[in-house]
Antibody, heavy 122, light 108 residues
Framework: EVRLVESGGGLVQPGGSLRLSCSAS????????LTWVRQAPGKGLEWVSS????????YYADTVKGRFTSSRDDFTNTLYLQMKSLRVEDTATYYC???????????????WGQGTLVTVSA | SSELTQDPDVSVALGQTVRITCQGD??????ASWYQQKPGQAPVLVMY???NRPSGIPDRFSGSNSGNTASLTITGAQADDEADYYC???????????FGGGTKLTVL
């Protein structure tokens, strides 16, 4: 059974930092690109960042580029999102997601975690 | 970067057919995926690629594409289909992903 479990969310002040983790199981972790998607309270889904299966390529939304960094540890099957210089508008539930295909970064997310809430507030 | 446009609200009578659309330039190059999201839950993939339905998704869900528009059709809508629906696709530059704004489907 595929499982994705996010952790690390919480309350942080504007300008602060936070690291999210996504622990994966039930599939060959190193074969798949992985993605972070967020959803502000009452709003729609927003793509945040993707990382290739090798970890050699990362992709970021313009809204987080230069502030967020995705990484992965294929030994512990864990995906990370390091967030710095956080803004009030970064407040959202952050989901990690696995895509259907192994090649490229395509969307087509067949498994999602339950999400972890990040609140940026003074 | 590209955008994907969805109607914010769509309604359908129980048992009838409804089409939810997603428009954007990236859809001329890339297929859309479709997700169903119910309150308090993570999204669920219901359609991807040309017309691929993940295991466990009822066959009343189908997808189609024409030009810059992708469509998700529910034939014989059920009360359980009431949810928010989102499309996504790769951006025109291929290095980004983009989501539509979402469609709230109400089953009357």
């Amino acid at each position: 059974e595929v499982r994705l479990v996010e952790s690390g969310g919480g309350l942080v002040q504007p300008g602060g930092s936070l690291r999210l983790s996504c622990s994966a199981s039930g599939f060959t972790f190193s074969n798949y690109a992985l993605t972070w998607v967020r959803q502000a309270p009452g709003k729609g889904l927003e793509w945040v960042s993707s990382i290739s299966s090798s970890g050699g390529r990362t992709y970021y939304a313009d809204t987080v580029k230069g502030r967020f960094t995705s990484s992965r540890d294929d030994f512990t099957n864990t995906l990370y999102l390091q967030m710095k210089s956080l803004r009030v508008e970064d407040t959202a539930t952050y989901y990690c997601a696995k895509q259907v295909v192994t090649v490229g970064v395509t969307g087509q997310f067949d498994y999602w975690g339950q999400g972890t809430l990040v609140t940026v507030s003074a | 970067s590209s955008e994907l446009t969805q109607d914010p609200d769509v309604s359908v009578a129980l048992g009838q057919t409804v089409r939810i659309t997603c428009q954007g330039d990236s859809l001329r190059i890339h297929y859309a995926s479709w997700y169903q999201q119910k309150p308090g839950q993570a999204p669920v993939l219901v359609m991807y690629g040309k017309n691929n339905r993940p295991s466990g998704i009822p066959d009343r869900f189908s997808g189609s594409n024409s030009g810059n528009t992708a469509s998700l059709t529910i034939t014989g809508a059920q009360a359980d289909d009431e949810a928010d629906y989102y499309c996504d696709s790769r951006d025109t530059d291929g290095d980004h992903l983009v989501f539509g704004g979402g469609t709230k489907l109400t089953v009357l």
